[in-house]
Nanobody
């Protein structure tokens, strides 16, 4: 079983910064990809950023130049550095991971519990 634990959300003023963290734990053979999604009230969940097994990042157009996804392979942790935050960035942010499980070699997709980011003055 694999679990994702997120941290780092909160209230920030427009123009401010936050860093989200997502740590994976469990019987993991490979981390194939990890990413961050967000869901604002009344809207569908959308992909914000992702990082491949090889470390190649990608970002949604709406956050390019402001958000940066990165990962620490030694800690099985992915980060989302969010700068120049705007009120429209307010949402619940979810970590997503795609793994190959140890021993069973099963492909797993796991979601974190979500962390609320509120951008408001």
């Amino acid at each position: 079983q694999v679990q994702l634990v997120e941290s780092g959300g909160g209230l920030v003023q427009p123009g401010g910064s936050l860093r989200l963290s997502c740590a994976a734990s469990g019987r993991i053979l490979y981390i194939n990809a990890m990413g961050w999604y967000r869901q604002a009230p009344g809207k569908e969940r959308e992909l914000v950023a992702a990082i491949s097994r090889g470390g190649t990042p990608s970002h949604a157009d709406s956050v390019k130049g402001r958000f940066t996804i990165s990962r620490d392979n030694a800690k099985n942790t992915v980060y989302l550095q969010m700068n120049s935050l705007k009120p429209e960035d307010t949402a619940v942010y979810y970590c997503n991971g795609r793994f190959t499980a140890a021993t069973t070699y099963a492909s797993l997709e796991v979601w974190g519990q979500g962390t609320l980011v509120t951008v408001s003055s």
